[in-house]
């Protein structure tokens, strides 16, 4: 690698094509395989060599019905017409344009490939690049325009291979490469390069620049994550705008002009967005490259398959990249623009850069057996035999989890509960909302960005739900969407808000209803539709409370959709594939009492981890000390899986295929990618073995069976694997009594959230984002530093009815007076030791320490 | 040397002929741009005027006046106005007073001299066209016209000129003077909007930025320049048939001129517009009195920096837009750089080739490579070190830029017949292309010139301009 | 101390209340900071995203794009000489060869005693008095070596104290729209109709 490093700053003295030649006949045997998830999900890989003409045929199969249907040919087997048509022509040819489509998009799907680097389909358009030029002859004579800023018009020639476009177009390559380091054998975008690609199908044959080309200090860090190689760099505004449009976090910018033009962050404010790493997908050069890929792999020694990401449950479309069996980078994919798209082929840099923990050493390789010296490695066939006696012999199991697993994991261990007949199961933590949630009239990601007004209940969802916050945040800027929002403090969307309103942690009802009921804002309600995006935005406050707030807002809009803001992976699949509770006595919360009391014989954890994950820690302490056995099935030690009796290693993210299912109830594909680590199994197969030792027969031994057999027993899930939206069977949800209780005002009233970095297992076990947990803390509005009579980040006492802890008191005036906020899941002292899961608002009294 | 301050009232003015004044007729009294000076000249007259009349009356005077933009694009601006889309508002008049051509300055003298003209027609074109507010964008690299402006809007505010309710109607707008920063590039109508939003000033691509619809912050936006503004309290006062009394049909009025270079009397001529030619205006004894010390004429640049050139074949050429284009150039900003017979081409050529490579925004890639990439090589050919295959490498990024007929002038002694104005280009703004013009124009009339340096390696024996480096390229 | 001190606060506020989107007073802010220091600091920079609600590389990508604004500190004087066609053609060129030698610096660079910093310029559109230069961007035209000396004397004997104010004061004298006067800005999405001269004047026609 240090190599590379340092062959990068020499410079070859050959003419600019020769290392592209090189390239080419280097991986001439070899080609890369479409890339239909890569920097340029826009350029479909048979538009990069327009010699291979099948695909054509096929559009000009499609074009010719469409045109003959738009001309009304009745005899024809009926296409029906597009109202919105525009029709233009592409090189002579009919076309049938989407009103308002631009001539780039509209000239692609005529099956005409206009270069590009400056466009993408999912920002607005600059016209900077220039290399999208075509002749555009609206009656006027041909002239030379960008097809990335005009829109068809009836009757438009649209000329992509005249003479004057392929001038055009070569000389802006050639212009493009002038300034352009001859470091493709090193860069790691050789091989997926649109300017390599694009200098091979559009470009000159050779460069007849002599000059001295332009020096820049070779990359420079602009984030944690992200390296920029200004000399590579084409300028051409992607990222730059990414910054700005679509994450909203203007930290990088174009800065000097002209030739001297250079994308830079402000001195020592680094490009610390959730969302650098889309930068690094969508630089159509290798001018940005991410640092957990830097010089791992060539592009065409890849393997990708198309994926769902799980660390969230946005669930957003992504393709898994690797290379000799490790997993090495993923990309994010976009449907496409005529779909309804999840994600828009963006990430955040928490779902991946997360691959680093599927392929962590720490990862659990064996089975593990307590002993007396401990947990020890053991064979499957020891541990196995080990959890069926443990079973067998138990009167009371418990199950909880199942929301890291796939719906096929989650659907074959319910299968098992059943069969044993275990009462208490739940695939949430107590950290959620009542499975009852997702059986509201369900809105689709979709519905919201379109609705007129979106309802905000629950977290902040660029730190929880970081896509859902892109696409609304898109939403209130561009679109006519007004977001209301209900927070106990200043959230990432706050400022995009059309109203937000702040509540004392645990009064959102009474503050719902009394605003909701405004004339002005009822007014807004009935404009058009109405989405409530419901979760738990306080995890020291109980999920009653936010229920109360849900129900409330639902009794302003009655005909409000509802979007659940449940975090975990699979949480959707989990509960409504079996894992849901049947009532409140059987939750997270009363099966770890149930633990503590000694009532559980045997608690399977299913990738939970109860110890980090359960907002009271001491409950989840005396429950997994009270249990009498544990069984852990996980992918990485925890503390949890310390406390196991026995521990069952399990497969990981793209080392299992399956499904998977998002908050939209959308089931998607998880692609099986790479091998196992160690001797792990899926959850599935686990499940299945385990019943038949146990003498059960769950119906399927193969993940294919176990996807008929969800089809078959889950009447909400017989459509979801064509398309279609799960439901799932959750008991339905409770009605709540209120549950506010008004401040003291002599305490502070705690907030318990996440932050995107916490220590989640995929997060920890990921060396690249690990390190952006920003540490334990509690925080107060400034002005309330006096009142304790500290200085800024001094560690005090914070004392509630359940317990104590020590932090450092920060201030932060996105903190509400008389609020202390406090991230959950962090490196250092426990605020959950604050949290009583029985109490429905959590006190503090602040103490100083001398 | 003079100093600023103490201009012989506008140094490089002179209205000694016997011309008809529109827009120059203060610049004789040394206190010219005091509201008293304006006050005692009819001054705000046109204003009183124009209110006394309904907003769509001024407007149709305007349109009738055929007022042609002095911006360099020479667009009617009675048409301008009318580009509003119907029920958007509100509507905004951004006044261009970032004068940067080479060769030009008229606004300069426009805003030092008499300011209270300018603010008078701002506030004539917001009544006319329904502008609700008013911002004056000066070059930040003019402290004087800054200091005068700044001081002509208090005092104009403080007369009831500007503002609420101004002469007790119900016509309200405020003028906000904004300071540019300096970049040429914000001449560019998009892109002085874009900097005055506080961006980067890039040039927006029309469609479907025409300011008219999608202007300042996003509404309909009239950009006028300097000059054409100072030209409305004349046509409001006097009508559109005193204006169009002047000058030809398809140009009235009369046009500011800067003539400099190598003639005897270089200065800035308030010039009747359409009739007057380059020969009037190089050899005139009113205007700039032939050339210095005797010597010939080579060539001039006729339209501030980005024209083609012309020859002393192209003397008789009037001050009239079609005429120009099709002798294949532009007047574009009323400009005149003249050369004798002691230039080296080559080495002017390059002053302008790298003063467009030096002001290109980076936006669109044709300009921002090949502006440089030309300004490098024509910088080694002036040094002596340039090849043949230079000079085809010029043609090819030139075509890069402008695709196709490159417009230049006939040379009766080359045997060249003009090819007419405009070119294409490749790029959203002028600005590329402009970087290519002067030596495409200078290859082309003198290539001899450049055969002696490169083929033949001449020793030069003078070189009246030399190269010095675009700053960090 | 770099920020913007408290009148220039006061100042700024009253520029961003002209324009019916802040972002707008940027340059002019960034051009008060450079009023006050001399030169843009990293510091005013933050300050002034601060007063505008932008991010500070907002400020810096678009302040450097703009040639007036210095990021290192500047002599009190800035001499720009000017070397396009018009000046060259004069000498523009052998009056900058000139001023190196008697500056003793390059250009580009500030002499010794921090007083004056040399630098090329671009067209200052007053070509007929060519060769032209600006100090702190007030011309002087026509202008000789001899008198070039004449001039770097002068401003250090701080004859031209009264006509030159120090680099980045723009102009000695500021707009003030007067409260009793002005109309005020309003945020564009705030205005749903014609200005009132325009609605009364079709009311009546």
């Given at each position: 690698?240090?190599?590379?490093?340092?062959?990068?700053?020499?410079?070859?003295?050959?003419?600019?094509?020769?290392?592209?030649?090189?390239?080419?006949?280097?991986?001439?045997?070899?080609?890369?395989?479409?890339?239909?998830?890569?920097?340029?999900?826009?350029?479909?890989?048979?538009?990069?060599?327009?010699?291979?003409?099948?695909?054509?045929?096929?559009?000009?199969?499609?074009?010719?019905?469409?045109?003959?249907?738009?001309?009304?040919?009745?005899?024809?087997?009926?296409?029906?017409?597009?109202?919105?048509?525009?029709?233009?022509?592409?090189?002579?040819?009919?076309?049938?344009?989407?009103?308002?489509?631009?001539?780039?998009?509209?000239?692609?799907?005529?099956?005409?490939?206009?270069?590009?680097?400056?466009?993408?389909?999912?920002?607005?358009?600059?016209?900077?690049?220039?290399?999208?030029?075509?002749?555009?002859?609206?009656?006027?004579?041909?002239?030379?325009?960008?097809?990335?800023?005009?829109?068809?018009?009836?009757?438009?020639?649209?000329?992509?291979?005249?003479?004057?476009?392929?001038?055009?177009?070569?000389?802006?390559?050639?212009?493009?490469?002038?300034?352009?380091?001859?470091?493709?054998?090193?860069?790691?975008?050789?091989?997926?390069?649109?300017?390599?690609?694009?200098?091979?199908?559009?470009?000159?044959?050779?460069?007849?620049?002599?000059?001295?080309?332009?020096?820049?200090?070779?990359?420079?860090?602009?984030?944690?994550?992200?390296?920029?190689?200004?000399?590579?760099?084409?300028?051409?505004?992607?990222?730059?705008?990414?910054?700005?449009?679509?994450?909203?976090?203007?930290?990088?910018?174009?800065?000097?002009?002209?030739?001297?033009?250079?994308?830079?962050?402000?001195?020592?404010?680094?490009?610390?967005?959730?969302?650098?790493?889309?930068?690094?997908?969508?630089?159509?050069?290798?001018?940005?490259?991410?640092?957990?890929?830097?010089?791992?792999?060539?592009?065409?020694?890849?393997?990708?398959?198309?994926?769902?990401?799980?660390?969230?449950?946005?669930?957003?479309?992504?393709?898994?990249?690797?290379?000799?069996?490790?997993?090495?980078?993923?990309?994010?994919?976009?449907?496409?623009?005529?779909?309804?798209?999840?994600?828009?082929?963006?990430?955040?840099?928490?779902?991946?850069?997360?691959?680093?923990?599927?392929?962590?050493?720490?990862?659990?390789?064996?089975?593990?057996?307590?002993?007396?010296?401990?947990?020890?490695?053991?064979?499957?066939?020891?541990?196995?035999?080990?959890?069926?006696?443990?079973?067998?012999?138990?009167?009371?199991?418990?199950?909880?989890?199942?929301?890291?697993?796939?719906?096929?994991?989650?659907?074959?261990?319910?299968?098992?509960?059943?069969?044993?007949?275990?009462?208490?199961?739940?695939a949430q933590l107590g950290d959620g909302l009542p499975a009852g949630v997702l059986d509201l009239p369900r809105a689709t990601i979709d519905d919201a960005v379109n609705a007129s007004t979106v309802?905000?209940?629950?977290?902040?969802?660029?730190?929880?739900?970081?896509?859902?916050?892109?696409?609304?945040?898109?939403?209130?800027?561009?679109?006519?969407?007004?977001?209301?929002?209900?927070?106990?403090?200043?959230?990432?969307?706050?400022?995009?808000?059309?109203?937000?309103?702040?509540?004392?942690?645990?009064?959102?009802?009474?503050?719902?209803?009394?605003?909701?009921?405004?004339?002005?804002?009822?007014?807004?309600?009935?404009?058009?539709?109405?989405?409530?995006?419901?979760?738990?935005?306080?995890?020291?406050?109980?999920?009653?409370?936010?229920?109360?707030?849900?129900?409330?807002?639902?009794?302003?809009?009655?005909?409000?959709?509802?979007?659940?803001?449940?975090?975990?992976?699979?949480?959707?699949?989990?509960?409504?594939?079996?894992?849901?509770?049947?009532?409140?006595?059987?939750?997270?919360?009363?099966?770890?009492?149930?633990?503590?009391?000694?009532?559980?014989?045997?608690?399977?954890?299913?990738?939970?981890?109860?110890?980090?994950?359960?907002?009271?820690?001491?409950?989840?302490?005396?429950?997994?000390?009270?249990?009498?056995?544990?069984?852990?099935?996980?992918?990485?030690?925890?503390?949890?899986?310390?406390?196991?009796?026995?521990?069952?290693?399990?497969?990981?993210?793209?080392?299992?295929?399956?499904?998977?299912?998002?908050?939209?109830?959308?089931?998607?594909?998880?692609?099986?990618?790479?091998?196992?680590?160690?001797?792990?199994?899926?959850?599935?197969?686990?499940?299945?073995?385990?019943?038949?030792?146990?003498?059960?027969?769950?119906?399927?031994?193969?993940?294919?069976?176990?996807?008929?057999?969800?089809?078959?027993?889950?009447?909400?899930?017989?459509?979801?694997?064509?398309?279609?939206?799960?439901?799932?069977?959750?008991?339905?949800?409770?009605?709540?009594?209120?549950?506010?209780?008004?401040?003291?005002?002599?305490?502070?009233?705690?907030?318990?959230?996440?932050?995107?970095?916490?220590?989640?297992?995929?997060?920890?076990?990921?060396?690249?984002?690990?390190?952006?947990?920003?540490?334990?803390?509690?925080?107060?509005?400034?002005?309330?530093?006096?009142?304790?009579?500290?200085?800024?980040?001094?560690?005090?006492?914070?004392?509630?009815?359940?317990?104590?802890?020590?932090?450092?008191?920060?201030?932060?005036?996105?903190?509400?007076?008389?609020?202390?906020?406090?991230?959950?899941?962090?490196?250092?002292?426990?605020?959950?030791?604050?949290?009583?899961?029985?109490?429905?608002?959590?006190?503090?009294?602040?103490?100083?320490?001398? | 040397?003079?100093?600023?301050?103490?201009?012989?009232?506008?140094?490089?003015?002179?209205?000694?002929?016997?011309?008809?004044?529109?827009?120059?007729?203060?610049?004789?009294?040394?206190?010219?741009?005091?509201?008293?000076?304006?006050?005692?000249?009819?001054?705000?007259?046109?204003?009183?005027?124009?209110?006394?009349?309904?907003?769509?009356?001024?407007?149709?005077?305007?349109?009738?006046?055929?007022?042609?933009?002095?911006?360099?694009?020479?667009?009617?601006?009675?048409?301008?106005?009318?580009?509003?889309?119907?029920?958007?508002?509100?509507?905004?008049?951004?006044?261009?007073?970032?004068?940067?051509?080479?060769?030009?300055?008229?606004?300069?003298?426009?805003?030092?001299?008499?300011?209270?003209?300018?603010?008078?027609?701002?506030?004539?074109?917001?009544?006319?066209?329904?502008?609700?507010?008013?911002?004056?964008?000066?070059?930040?690299?003019?402290?004087?016209?800054?200091?005068?402006?700044?001081?002509?809007?208090?005092?104009?505010?403080?007369?009831?000129?500007?503002?609420?309710?101004?002469?007790?109607?119900?016509?309200?707008?405020?003028?906000?003077?904004?300071?540019?920063?300096?970049?040429?590039?914000?001449?560019?109508?998009?892109?002085?909007?874009?900097?005055?939003?506080?961006?980067?000033?890039?040039?927006?691509?029309?469609?479907?930025?025409?300011?008219?619809?999608?202007?300042?912050?996003?509404?309909?936006?009239?950009?006028?320049?300097?000059?054409?503004?100072?030209?409305?309290?004349?046509?409001?006062?006097?009508?559109?048939?005193?204006?169009?009394?002047?000058?030809?049909?398809?140009?009235?009025?009369?046009?500011?001129?800067?003539?400099?270079?190598?003639?005897?009397?270089?200065?800035?001529?308030?010039?009747?517009?359409?009739?007057?030619?380059?020969?009037?205006l190089i050899y005139g004894d009113e205007f700039s009195q032939g050339m210095r010390e005797g010597r010939e004429l080579k060539t001039f640049v006729p339209g501030g920096g980005s024209a083609p050139?012309?020859?002393?074949?192209?003397?008789?050429?009037?001050?009239?837009?079609?005429?120009?284009?099709?002798?294949?150039?532009?007047?574009?900003?009323?400009?005149?750089?003249?050369?004798?017979?002691?230039?080296?081409?080559?080495?002017?050529?390059?002053?302008?080739?790298?003063?467009?490579?030096?002001?290109?925004?980076?936006?669109?890639?044709?300009?921002?490579?090949?502006?440089?990439?030309?300004?490098?090589?024509?910088?080694?050919?002036?040094?002596?070190?340039?090849?043949?295959?230079?000079?085809?490498?010029?043609?090819?990024?030139?075509?890069?830029?402008?695709?196709?007929?490159?417009?230049?002038?006939?040379?009766?002694?080359?045997?060249?017949?003009?090819?007419?104005?405009?070119?294409?280009?490749?790029?959203?703004?002028?600005?590329?292309?402009?970087?290519?013009?002067?030596?495409?124009?200078?290859?082309?009339?003198?290539?001899?010139?450049?055969?002696?340096?490169?083929?033949?390696?001449?020793?030069?024996?003078?070189?009246?301009?030399?190269?010095?480096?675009?700053?960090?390229? | 101390?770099?920020?913007?001190?408290?009148?220039?606060?006061?100042?700024?506020?009253?520029?961003?209340?002209?324009?019916?989107?802040?972002?707008?007073?940027?340059?002019?802010?960034?051009?008060?900071?450079?009023?006050?220091?001399?030169?843009?600091?990293?510091?005013?920079?933050?300050?002034?995203?601060?007063?505008?609600?932008?991010?500070?590389?907002?400020?810096?990508?678009?302040?450097?794009?703009?040639?007036?604004?210095?990021?290192?500190?500047?002599?009190?004087?800035?001499?720009?000489?000017?070397?396009?066609?018009?000046?060259?053609?004069?000498?523009?060129?052998?009056?900058?060869?000139?001023?190196?030698?008697?500056?003793?610096?390059?250009?580009?660079?500030?002499?010794?005693?921090?007083?004056?910093?040399?630098?090329?310029?671009?067209?200052?559109?007053?070509?007929?008095?060519?060769?032209?230069?600006?100090?702190?961007?007030?011309?002087?035209?026509?202008?000789?070596?001899?008198?070039?000396?004449?001039?770097?004397?002068?401003?250090?004997?701080?004859?031209?104290?009264?006509?030159?104010?120090?680099?980045?004061?723009?102009?000695?004298?500021?707009?003030?729209?007067?409260?009793?006067?002005?109309?005020?800005?309003?945020?564009?999405?705030?205005?749903?109709?014609?200005?009132?001269?325009?609605?009364?004047?079709?009311?009546?026609?």
């Amino acid at each position: 690698m240090s190599d590379h490093e340092h062959s990068e700053h020499d410079e070859q003295p050959e003419p600019d094509t020769s290392s592209a030649d090189q390239e080419a006949a280097e991986r001439g045997e070899e080609p890369p395989e479409p890339q239909a998830t890569d920097a340029e999900a826009d350029v479909p890989a048979d538009d990069e060599q327009p010699e291979e003409a099948s695909a054509t045929a096929d559009d000009d199969h499609a074009i010719a019905d469409e045109t003959q249907g738009g001309e009304g040919a009745d005899e024809e087997a009926p296409i029906a017409p597009d109202p919105d048509a525009v029709t233009i022509t592409v090189n002579g040819r009919a076309f049938a344009a989407h009103q308002g489509e631009l001539v780039i998009n509209a000239a692609e799907r005529a099956g005409e490939y206009i270069p590009r680097f400056c466009y993408h389909p999912r920002m607005s358009s600059v016209g900077m690049c220039r290399q999208c030029l075509v002749e555009i002859d609206t009656g006027r004579g041909p002239a030379i325009q960008p097809s990335c800023m005009i829109t068809v018009a009836p009757d438009m020639a649209v000329i992509t291979d005249s003479h004057t476009v392929e001038r055009a177009q070569e000389g802006v390559l050639e212009l493009l490469l002038a300034n352009h380091p001859l470091d493709c054998p090193v860069c790691d975008k050789g091989g997926e390069c649109p300017l390599q690609d694009q200098t091979m199908s559009h470009g000159p044959g050779e460069s007849r620049y002599v000059e001295q080309k332009r020096h820049y200090e070779k990359p420079i860090p602009i984030s944690d994550h992200v390296l920029l190689d200004r000399e590579r760099c084409i300028l051409c505004d992607r990222c730059t705008r990414f910054a700005d449009e679509v994450a909203g976090d203007k930290l990088i910018h174009f800065i000097d002009r002209g030739n001297n033009t250079e994308v830079a962050t402000f001195p020592d404010e680094p490009f610390a967005s959730y969302f650098s790493g889309n930068t690094v997908q969508i630089c159509p050069v290798g001018a940005l490259t991410a640092k957990p890929y830097r010089f791992k792999a060539r592009p065409w020694d890849l393997e990708q398959a198309d994926s769902t990401c799980t660390t969230c449950s946005v669930g957003c479309r992504v393709s898994v990249h690797s290379s000799r069996d490790q997993l090495l980078r993923y990309q994010g994919v976009d449907t496409g623009l005529d779909t309804d798209s999840v994600n828009l082929g963006w990430m955040c840099d928490r779902g991946r850069f997360n691959f680093e923990a599927v392929e962590s050493e720490l990862r659990l390789a064996d089975p593990q057996i307590r002993g007396e010296a401990g947990l020890a490695t053991s064979p499957w066939t020891s541990a196995l035999s080990i959890v069926e006696q443990l079973l067998r012999d138990a009167s009371t199991v418990a199950l909880l989890g199942g929301a890291r697993s796939t719906n096929e994991g989650a659907f074959a261990w319910a299968k098992l509960a059943d069969a044993l007949g275990i009462e208490h199961r739940d695939a949430q933590l107590g950290d959620g909302l009542p499975a009852g949630v997702l059986d509201l009239p369900r809105a689709t990601i979709d519905d919201a960005v379109n609705a007129s007004t979106v309802i905000l209940l629950g977290p902040d969802l660029k730190e929880e739900l970081p896509v859902l916050y892109l696409r609304l945040r898109e939403a209130a800027v561009g679109g006519g969407t007004k977001l209301v929002e209900f927070s106990t403090q200043e959230t990432g969307l706050t400022r995009y808000a059309w109203k937000s309103v702040r509540h004392a942690p645990g009064m959102g009802a009474t503050e719902v209803a009394r605003t909701l009921a405004d004339p002005a804002m009822a007014e807004q309600l009935a404009s058009g539709k109405v989405v409530i995006v419901a979760g738990r935005g306080n995890l020291a406050a109980s999920e009653e409370t936010a229920l109360a707030a849900l129900q409330a807002a639902r009794a302003a809009v009655p005909e409000a959709t509802v979007l659940p803001a449940l975090r975990r992976g699979n949480v959707v699949g989990a509960l409504q594939l079996g894992l849901a509770p049947a009532d409140a006595a059987h939750d997270a919360t009363a099966t770890l009492q149930a633990c503590a009391d000694g009532k559980v014989d045997v608690l399977v954890l299913l990738g939970a981890d109860p110890l980090n994950d359960c907002p009271d820690a001491d409950l989840a302490r005396r429950g997994l000390a009270g249990a009498r056995r544990i069984i852990s099935i996980d992918t990485h030690p925890s503390e949890s899986t310390q406390q196991a009796d026995v521990v069952l290693p399990a497969a990981a993210f793209a080392e299992q295929s399956g499904t998977t299912t998002n908050l939209e109830g959308r089931v998607t594909d998880v692609a099986h990618k790479v091998t196992a680590h160690g001797t792990s199994r899926p959850d599935w197969m686990i499940a299945t073995e385990l019943a038949a030792r146990l003498g059960h027969d769950l119906g399927f031994a193969s993940i294919a069976e176990v996807t008929a057999a969800i089809v078959a027993d889950v009447p909400g899930y017989a459509t979801a694997f064509d398309g279609g939206f799960a439901t799932g069977a959750v008991p339905a949800l409770p009605d709540v009594s209120n549950h506010e209780q008004i401040p003291s005002g002599y305490d502070f009233r705690l907030v318990v959230s996440r932050k995107l970095y916490d220590r989640a297992v995929n997060t920890v076990m990921s060396p690249s984002i690990a390190k952006l947990n920003i540490g334990a803390g509690a925080r107060v509005h400034s002005l309330d530093l006096p009142r304790v009579g500290v200085d800024d980040g001094t560690d005090v006492k914070l004392i509630s009815a359940k317990g104590s802890v020590v932090l450092p008191l920060i201030a932060d005036d996105t903190v509400q007076r008389g609020t202390i906020w406090a991230p959950f899941n962090m490196a250092g002292a426990d605020v959950t030791d604050l949290v009583d899961a029985a109490a429905s608002v959590t006190d503090v009294r602040i103490e100083r320490l001398t | 040397m003079s100093a600023q301050g103490s201009y012989p009232w506008a140094a490089g003015y002179y209205d000694d002929g016997d011309r008809p004044q529109i827009v120059t007729s203060r610049f004789k009294y040394e206190d010219s741009h005091t509201i008293e000076r304006y006050h005692a000249t009819g001054g705000y007259e046109g204003l009183k005027k124009a209110l006394s009349m309904r907003p769509e009356e001024v407007h149709d005077e305007v349109r009738k006046s055929t007022l042609l933009g002095r911006g360099g694009a020479g667009f009617p601006a009675g048409v301008k106005w009318g580009f509003t889309p119907q029920g958007v508002w509100p509507r905004y008049l951004v006044v261009n007073g970032d004068e940067s051509e080479p060769g030009t300055y008229k606004d300069r003298l426009l805003m030092e001299l008499d300011p209270h003209q300018l603010i008078e027609g701002c506030l004539i074109a917001c009544y006319a066209a329904g502008l609700s507010q008013c911002f004056l964008y000066i070059r930040g690299e003019m402290a004087v016209a800054h200091e005068r402006v700044a001081k002509a809007l208090d005092d104009a505010y403080a007369h009831g000129y500007i503002g609420r309710n101004i002469l007790g109607t119900d016509f309200s707008v405020d003028i906000v003077l904004h300071w540019g920063a300096g970049a040429y590039v914000v001449g560019e109508e998009t892109a002085l909007i874009e900097s005055l939003e506080g961006e980067r000033g890039m040039p927006r691509l029309k469609p479907p930025y025409f300011p008219a619809a999608i202007g300042l912050y996003g509404k309909p936006t009239i950009v006028n320049n300097v000059e054409t503004l100072s030209n409305l309290p004349f046509i409001a006062l006097n009508g559109s048939a005193a204006y169009t009394a002047i000058g030809t049909e398809t140009s009235p009025g009369t046009r500011m001129i800067a003539v400099s270079g190598h003639v005897e009397r270089p200065g800035v001529f308030e010039i009747v517009n359409g009739s007057t030619t380059f020969r009037d205006l190089i050899y005139g004894d009113e205007f700039s009195q032939g050339m210095r010390e005797g010597r010939e004429l080579k060539t001039f640049v006729p339209g501030g920096g980005s024209a083609p050139w012309f020859l002393p074949d192209q003397l008789d050429i009037p001050f009239e837009g079609r005429e120009a284009s099709s002798a294949g150039s532009m007047l574009g900003s009323g400009a005149v750089m003249v050369m004798d017979d002691t230039t080296d081409i080559p080495a002017a050529a390059l002053t302008l080739v790298k003063f467009y490579a030096h002001e290109s925004c980076g936006k669109c890639v044709p300009c921002r490579e090949g502006g440089t990439w030309l300004y490098r090589i024509v910088e080694r050919i002036v040094a002596g070190n340039g090849t043949d295959a230079d000079l085809a490498t010029i043609l090819e990024v030139g075509e890069s830029i402008c695709p196709g007929d490159m417009p230049h002038a006939a040379s009766a002694r080359l045997g060249l017949d003009a090819v007419p104005f405009p070119y294409k280009m490749t790029t959203i703004c002028f600005v590329g292309p402009s970087a290519y013009v002067p030596i495409h124009s200078a290859m082309t009339l003198f290539p001899e010139e450049f055969e002696a340096i490169v083929t033949k390696r001449e020793v030069r024996t003078t070189i009246p301009v030399t190269a010095v480096p675009v700053g960090g390229a | 101390m770099s920020r913007l001190n408290d009148q220039n606060v006061a100042l700024a506020k009253e520029i961003i209340a002209r324009y019916p989107k802040k972002k707008s007073a940027l340059i002019p802010l960034v051009h008060l900071s450079q009023q006050q220091n001399g030169y843009v600091t990293e510091a005013a920079m933050k300050h002034v995203a601060e007063l505008i609600d932008v991010t500070p590389a907002e400020v810096y990508g678009t302040a450097t794009f703009y040639e007036m604004f210095r990021f290192e500190p500047t002599g009190k004087y800035l001499i720009n000489i000017c070397g396009t066609m018009s000046c060259a053609l004069m000498g523009g060129h052998d009056l900058m060869h000139h001023a190196e030698h008697k500056l003793g610096v390059k250009a580009g660079s500030t002499t010794d005693d921090g007083l004056i910093t040399l630098q090329h310029a671009e067209c200052q559109a007053a070509c007929t008095e060519a060769p032209t230069l600006q100090v702190n961007y007030r011309h002087r035209f026509r202008v000789t070596p001899a008198e070039f000396d004449e001039l770097v004397d002068d401003l250090r004997a701080g004859k031209l104290d009264g006509e030159i104010p120090p680099h980045g004061t723009l102009g000695r004298n500021r707009q003030h729209i007067p409260a009793d006067r002005a109309v005020g800005a309003v945020p564009p999405e705030q205005v749903d109709g014609a200005p009132a001269w325009v609605t009364i004047k079709e009311e009546g026609s």
